[in-house]
């Protein structure tokens, strides 16, 4: 089987690429600029995404059974500028949609964020809670949704969106845009700075899935899809939240175990650390893939601390 994943050389679509060639996948790795096979994925095919023109994306799509589309503007770019964000995750994922379907690819997946329910998420949330966060990071992502879901061309055309949560994980290299996520920060701190800065209190709960059961889910969806018609949206996420503060201990931890030394760990107002928000983000779909969710992060930070040791620890932030 083929397939072609779009921001393949970007912070999910990087490890998805490594997980689907290691499970005997054919994949195309996708991405704005032209480049070379990577060395951490020397065995795939590379295709330059020229997002503007439709028929230049049904151009990459030939041959191909599955499109993962993983490429997007991230939240602070989305701020920065709404204009392009809609641009991007909206009207290009509806050209990549159209083109996809016109070169007969069975499945379409399109990688959405959890983000689109809520800004902070709070309370319960399954795909059918309403959409209400106003941010554009969250509404592009919307627009792309619409777009993803609405192609109905052909019977034998699937697609469908994943919304997920905080992802967890380490990137197939430095250059990836993802060192402002939490826990990646952390760790990149624990190694430049030899300390832990939290700009909160710590008590917010927030639900973090690592990439790599985000990897096995889309895997799973991949085999599933052959014999079953599946869902229009799939939450991805760990069935309990954790608060900021226990995932700074949780890499505190690994410090210890990794590096050598325990970084101490700053807060704002530490003493008013007690969690204040409810937070149950699920699926109605949770029994499709409960046993593929390990929730290994101590193996996720493990190797997060040990390429941040090698990539930044002769560099300050």
Request: glycine share 6%; hydrophobic share 40%.
């Amino acid at each position: 089987m083929r397939i072609l994943i779009t921001g393949g050389t970007g912070f999910i679509g990087g490890r998805l690429g490594k997980h689907l060639t290691e499970n005997g996948f054919e994949v195309v790795l996708g991405s704005r600029k032209r480049f070379n096979p990577p060395i951490w994925l020397s065995s795939a095919q590379t295709v330059t995404t020229v997002w503007e023109s439709e028929s230049e994306l049904a151009k990459i799509c030939t041959d191909v059974d599955v499109v993962i589309h993983a490429a997007g503007m991230n939240a602070q770019n989305c701020l920065a500028d709404p204009s392009a964000a809609l641009n991007f995750n909206g009207l290009a994922t509806a050209r990549l949609v159209n083109a996809a379907s016109k070169s007969k690819v069975r499945l379409v997946i399109y990688l959405s964020t959890a983000h689109v329910y809520m800004r902070p998420l709070s309370g319960f949330i399954d795909e059918k809670t309403p959409t209400i966060n106003t941010h554009p990071y969250a509404t592009s992502h919307l627009v792309g949704e619409k777009a993803v879901l609405d192609n109905k061309s052909s019977t034998s055309f699937q697609s469908l969106v994943l919304r997920v949560s905080n992802a967890v994980g380490y990137p197939t290299h430095s250059e990836v845009n993802c060192w402002d996520l939490l826990v990646n920060n952390l760790c990149r701190q624990v190694v430049s700075n030899r300390t832990i800065k939290l700009d909160s209190t710590g008590s917010q709960l927030r639900n973090f899935v690592t990439i790599t059961d985000v990897c096995e889910i889309i895997y799973q969806i991949i085999l599933l899809s052959k014999h079953n018609n599946l869902p229009e949206i799939i939450n991805i996420g760990a069935k309990k939240p954790n608060s900021t503060y226990a995932m700074a201990e949780l890499v505190q931890k690994r410090s210890k175990e990794i590096l050598g030394f325990t970084p101490p760990i700053t807060t704002k107002n530490k003493e008013n650390r007690n969690e204040t928000q409810d937070l149950d983000f699920g699926s109605t779909y949770g029994q499709l893939f409960e046993k593929y969710f390990k929730n290994n992060y101590e193996h996720e930070i493990d190797i997060l601390l040990a390429q941040c040791k090698l990539w930044f620890a002769d560099k300050k932030i």
